[in-house]
């Protein structure tokens, strides 16, 4: 009498833990259907919205250690760069020193305006330092513009040009923008406009 006892609680136990393992089961499946719907991926876009209406950035070959800075002027405004990281109109929002002090191994340095002045605009390199064996530097310059209504930053100019030494100082873009921010047809050239030197 006492086995057929512990028979019945043997199947009972066995009845709980199958509504149970069901149970927890459904549970997990519940779960894993609703994951995708809980965080949904972020949609993807080519397009950067840029903090600032002119974007100048300027690109130089990464793991070499040396400092080319940047300087923009905006029409009416002081020359920003290094030692003059503001104005009315630009911020130098990277100032990139080389190697030295960088985590992320790209040279590359970058301003943004606040808002768009109309008028003609100039775009220098600089180089601070050279610690590489290097006589020539290739340095890349680009300007995008997102005019006032436009929800994206349009590329309107891009160069390159060799920097070849230490203290040199190139013009590498001046031109002019109207109001809403497109460019003036036949402004661009880069007639020797000093902007370091300017700053002080």
């Excluded at 919205?49 to 029409?75: H, S, T």
């Amino acid at each position: 009498m006492h086995g057929l006892d512990d028979h019945d609680d043997d199947g009972t136990n066995t009845v709980f833990r199958d509504v149970i393992t069901l149970a927890l089961l459904g549970f997990v499946a519940a779960v894993i259907l609703l994951l995708p719907h809980v965080n949904p991926q972020a949609k993807t876009s080519d397009a950067v919205d840029m903090p600032g209406n002119v974007m100048v950035e300027i690109r130089w070959p990464d793991q070499i250690d040396a400092d080319v800075d940047l300087w923009v002027q905006a029409p009416g405004d002081v020359p920003v760069g290094y030692s003059n990281k503001g104005g009315k109109v630009f911020n130098l929002l990277r100032d990139d020193l080389g190697t030295k002090g960088d985590a992320t191994g790209l040279n590359y340095e970058v301003s943004y305006s606040r808002g768009i002045v109309e008028g003609e605009y100039t775009v220098n390199v600089h180089l601070y330092r050279n610690n590489t064996q290097l006589t020539e530097i290739p340095v890349t310059a680009v300007v995008s513009v997102k005019g006032a209504t436009a929800h994206t930053a349009k590329q309107i100019l891009t160069s390159q040009v060799k920097l070849e030494r230490l203290g040199q100082e190139l013009t590498v873009f001046r031109f002019r923008l109207t109001k809403s921010g497109e460019l003036e047809q036949g402004s661009v050239h880069s007639l020797p406009k000093p902007l370091r030197s300017a700053s002080k």
